[in-house]
Nanobody
Framework: QVQLVESGGGLLQAGGSLRLSCAVSGITFRLYDMAWHRQAPGKQRRLIAGIGNGGSTVYADSVKGRFTISRDNARNTVYLQMHNLKPEDTEDYYC??????????????WGQGTQVTVSS
């Protein structure tokens, strides 16, 4: 059974820092591209940071320079370090694992989400 379990969310003041973790089990973690998405109520879930199985990273403009994604293949865990948090970062954060397994075929899994609330 595949599980992605996020942790580290919470309530904090603007300007603060937080680190989210996503512990993964049930897949060969090192083969998967990992990502963090976020979603506000009534809005679409969208990608904010991704890290490939080779370590390359990508960030949404809204978080570039403030957030850092990393992975520890020995611990099957992906992290999102967030600095200088703003009230507009208040959303639910979701961990994602994806791997292309053939032409047009992808294995993809999601965590249950963790809430981040930033007060002004």
């Amino acid at each position: 059974q595949v599980q992605l379990v996020e942790s580290g969310g919470g309530l904090l003041q603007a300007g603060g820092s937080l680190r989210l973790s996503c512990a993964v089990s049930g897949i060969t973690f090192r083969l998967y591209d990992m990502a963090w998405h976020r979603q506000a109520p009534g809005k679409q879930r969208r990608l904010i940071a991704g890290i490939g199985n080779g370590g390359s990273t990508v960030y949404a403009d809204s978080v570039k320079g403030r957030f850092t994604i990393s992975r520890d293949n020995a611990r099957n865990t992906v992290y999102l370090q967030m600095h200088n948090l703003k009230p507009e970062d208040t959303e639910d954060y979701y961990c994602n694992a994806a791997r292309n397994v053939g032409p047009g075929l992808k294995n993809e899994y999601w965590g249950q989400g963790t809430q981040v609330t930033v007060s002004s």
